[in-house]
């Protein structure tokens, strides 16, 4: 098992490290596998302890995805974190999280939040960048879910 460190910086500085379990890594694609490990409210999902995170990352998009599960495999929903500068490391990947996300729940529903706590000091590029982005993904989700989902079938199915 090899471990990699997920280095997210909010739009306010404060910078947060996650360890994960590399599941793939490809050259414009990165699978990091994460545990829960304590409450949190996303929209109207509760996320526990114990409960599963398959986070995606690629270098040249504009967002990043985590697929989260319960203990029994079950999805919960796909979430979207708007996001620039996506870097890969060694043992490290890094990413800027633009605060607006997306969740989609596994009956289609979306949810869009955190578009509150973008600070009022941004620059007028970066909140047409956080828009433009929310709109293009809202168009994309099925596409892109489909594609995770299929990666992380194969990934699964190799090990």
Same mark, same amino acid.
């Given at each position: 098992?090899?471990?990699?460190? &997920?280095?997210?910086?909010?739009?306010?500085?404060?910078?947060?490290?996650?360890?994960?379990?590399?599941?793939? #890594?490809?050259?414009?694609?990165?699978?990091?596998?994460?545990?829960?490990?304590?409450? +949190?409210? $996303?929209?109207?999902?509760?996320?526990?302890?114990?409960?599963?995170? +398959?986070?995606?990352?690629?270098?040249?998009?504009?967002?990043?995805?985590?697929?989260?599960? %319960?203990?029994?495999?079950?999805?919960?929903?796909? +979430?979207?974190?708007?996001? %620039? #500068?996506?870097?890969?490391?060694?043992? &490290?990947?890094?990413?800027? @999280?633009?605060? $607006? @996300?997306?969740?989609?729940?596994?009956?289609?529903? $979306?949810? $869009?939040?955190?578009?509150?706590?973008?600070?009022? #000091?941004?620059?007028?590029? /970066?909140?047409? +960048?956080?828009?433009?982005?929310?709109?293009?993904?809202?168009?994309? /989700?099925?596409?892109?879910?489909?594609?995770? @989902?299929?990666?992380?079938?194969? /990934?699964?199915?190799?090990?």
């Amino acid at each position: 098992m090899q471990y990699w460190v &997920e280095r997210k910086t909010k739009l306010t500085g404060e910078v947060v490290n996650y360890i994960c379990e590399l599941i793939a #890594s490809e050259p414009r694609r990165l699978i990091l596998k994460y545990e829960i490990n304590q409450n +949190y409210q $996303v929209g109207n999902l509760a996320l526990r302890p114990g409960m599963i995170t +398959y986070g995606f990352y690629w270098p040249e998009r504009n967002y990043t995805l985590y697929k989260w599960f %319960d203990q029994d495999g079950t999805l919960l929903g796909n +979430y979207f974190n708007i996001a %620039d #500068s996506v870097q890969f490391g060694d043992e &490290e990947v890094s990413w800027r @999280d633009l605060a $607006v @996300d997306i969740l989609v729940y596994p009956d289609q529903t $979306v949810e $869009v939040l955190d578009e509150y706590e973008i600070p009022e #000091s941004v620059d007028t590029w /970066v909140r047409i +960048y956080i828009e433009a982005t929310k709109q293009n993904l809202l168009r994309q /989700v099925p596409a892109i879910i489909e594609e995770t @989902d299929r990666a992380l079938q194969k /990934v699964n199915e190799a090990i």
